[in-house]
């Protein structure tokens, strides 16, 4: 069964990955203040206790860098979502972090794998394969503003560079995909317009009443003038 919905901007198109932003950056924050060690609370591959980390992990980073770097498309990524699959939103990113994390629980290497990584590839691949899915004009173009800023991304889900969590990478490119195919029958309302609705008069639009018949526009004051300059001749009857 097909679900429709429309794509329209609220303050939580902003608001949500603004806020999500801030607490990633304060808690790097306070784990620098403090000196903290929150490393531990990452995803520790087939260990009970590092199961924590699937829900954890997401907010903890590594370095300033790290953080810079995953900070940045996690927010870009993020408004896309909420502007374009707002009713699916919340869902993609909780699942997303959920499952990601499981599957990189499963297939990760010995170590703390931390950092927001995992989702940015969750929200990546959803939002460029639901797009091609879509068949709609403005998500595949969406697709392609992924694929054309983002697209490098896709050789990191392989292990092409040493202490990388290509793991991560993987599992969160693989949700992705998976949430595209999940939820295809979510379609994003076409626009419409009078002139496409079948009981459509084209005498009662103002804006073509602007040109004649041959598609000509009609100069307003040469309309004013010929009315001006009109002969009106009455006929009536008169009283015996």
Known sequence: M?????SRFTTGVIGYPMLF???IWLIFWAEIRFGLNL???GIYPRK?????GIFSSVFIHSSLSHLYQNSIPLFVLSVALFYFYKPLSWKIIFLGIVFSGILTWCIGEKGYHIGASGLIYVLMSFLLFKGLLSKHKRLIALSLGVVFIYGGMIWYIF???EKMSWEGHLSGFIVGLLFALLFKSHKLNSES???ESENYDQSQDHFLQQFDEDGNFIDQDDLNNSIDN???N???????
Not at 2 to 6: A, E, I, N, P
Not at 48 to 52: D, M, R, S, V
């Open 2 to 6: 097909k679900t429709f919905y429309s």
């Open 21 to 23: 932003f801030i607490l």
């Open 39 to 41: 490393k531990t609370f």
């Open 48 to 52: 009970i206790q590092g199961l924590i």
């Open 159 to 161: 292990p092409v560079k």
């Open 193 to 195: 317009f009078d002139w």
């Open 230 to 232: 009109t002969t009106i």
């Open 234 to 240: 009455y006929d009536y009857k008169s009283e015996n």
